[in-house]
């Protein structure tokens, strides 16, 4: 009946526009005809650095989803740098906070 209250509502912000992000992103990668694998043999990044880095900073992969997709890293990873285009160094503690998986999202909703 009632929604209940959010100690943390702070971090729950925070995560939401994590996921925001990282669905922003493979939006983009899709419409482009992209794979994260692809991005990986592409760039020769080790296998799976491109689907971490949608979670996690990673130079590298950072540049690379940005170079498959024609931009810069610094607008698509807004919370990895400054306004200036700089990156963040070091990153802050969030950027390697994982956001819950769909499942587990799904299992608070319902409780």
Partial sequence: M??????????????DKKISEITTI??????AGLSLLQIDRDYNLPR??????????????????????????????RTRYHASGLRKSPQPAENYVRPATMAQRQNEARA
């Fill in 26 to 31: 493979k939006g983009k990668l899709f419409s």
């Fill in 48 to 77: 799976g650095t491109a689907g971490t880095t949608l979670r996690e900073p990673n130079v590298k992969g950072e540049r690379a989803i940005a170079a498959a997709l024609g931009t810069r890293p610094e607008l698509l990873w």
């Fill in 2 to 15: 009632h929604r209940p209250s959010q100690a943390d509502k702070q971090t729950h912000t925070r995560i």
